[in-house]
């Protein structure tokens, strides 16, 4: 099984290469609240993910499921247009395979994006979060796994998940920009039901400030490889359990909008920066 695993990363990364995607710096996750990036980015290649040898395919209805290469403020960097999630009913490894195809093609850093519901209550919908840490709650890990001590270390301390020094560019560039930038803790679940009031309100207890259902096993694998990592969550709903509204959708993806044009300048800076 691990030798099988080894040989389809690597078998990916020589698509890739194959189609002349060089090595690359970044490495950008446009998830539900960063999608408009596409349009920002000067793109040399589009693959869809079914093109690409043991590629899944994304389900995600809002997702596109294309990898694009090309150039953001002068510096070239693959977008992951669209990710996995246990809910779709990938496992671990399946989740996780486009940040170990990044890392075998020699990408270092990498800024993840989410959409998730406010759970802390100074934070509002149409904001944006800085993740600080993380609470892993989707009954798993992408490193429990027969054979993955072959892909890199099994005990990955996650003392600091997120880049100190990513996180502090990113705050910087929000100060210039005259942006809102919370900073907080996600709390990863499995979805894709939304929580009840009884669990919005464990959530604050265990003290998470936003909650999604991604993110968290990428940066694992992300820490697994010494990958230099730093991610957001578009504030798209609040979850007051004492005022809590039937979903709405629409809602949702306007506040996702909202939040994502604050998003683009701030990654647009990190990568330019560099």
Known sequence: MHILMKEKIENSALFLKNKGIAAVEWAVVLGTGLDGLANEIEILQEIPYPDIPHFPGANQAYQKGHLLYGKLEGKLVLAFQGRFHLYEGYDFFEITYWVRVFAALGGKRLIISNAAGAINPNFDKGEVMLL????????????????????????VDLSQPYSKPLRSRALSLAKTHNLKLHQGVYAAVVGPQLETAAEYRYLKIIGADAVGMSTVPEVIVGKQLGLEIIAFSVLTDRCDPEDLHPIDIPDILAMAKKGEQQLIKIVKGLVGED
């Not at 429990?144 to 001590?149: D, H, I, N, V, Y």
Request: aromatic content about 4%.
């Open 132 to 155: 600080t840490d993380h609470l892993n709650l989707q009954g798993g890990s992408p490193l429990a796994l027969k054979g993955m001590e072959t892909l890199g270390e099994l005990f």
